[in-house]
């Protein structure tokens, strides 16, 4: 569930959403001979931002970047928690809350 939900990063000064959803368009986008005149990509702002074949394949390789960093966030989490449950048994096991630390 956590691999599915959207993501937001940074590229070329602006913050840009993310994701799976997005990867399948974007990569759509990349994989085209040519892109058509004036084309453009808008970032998590709603700014359009004009793409070139170079600045699109480039965004495409952050976006990339970034799912990778996500994904491995997640995995390391997971198995800090396995880790913690490890030792838990009875009460302790049966209230132990699956997800992301709180931190203030």
Do not use: C
Not at 91 to 97: D, G, K, R
């Amino acid at each position: 569930q956590q691999e599915q939900q959207p993501i937001l990063f940074i590229h070329a000064g602006h913050n840009w959403d993310g994701g799976l959803k997005v990867r399948s368009r974007l990569q759509a986008s990349v994989a085209m001979p040519a892109l058509p005149d004036g084309f453009f990509w808008t970032d998590a702002a709603n700014i359009d931002v004009t793409q070139t074949t170079q600045s699109l394949s480039e965004l495409n390789a952050a976006h990339e970047a970034a799912l990778v960093t996500r994904g491995w966030q997640i995995h390391q989490r997971q198995r800090e928690m396995k880790a913690e449950i490890a030792g838990l048994s009875g009460e302790a096991l049966s209230t132990y809350v699956v997800g992301w630390p709180i931190t203030a």
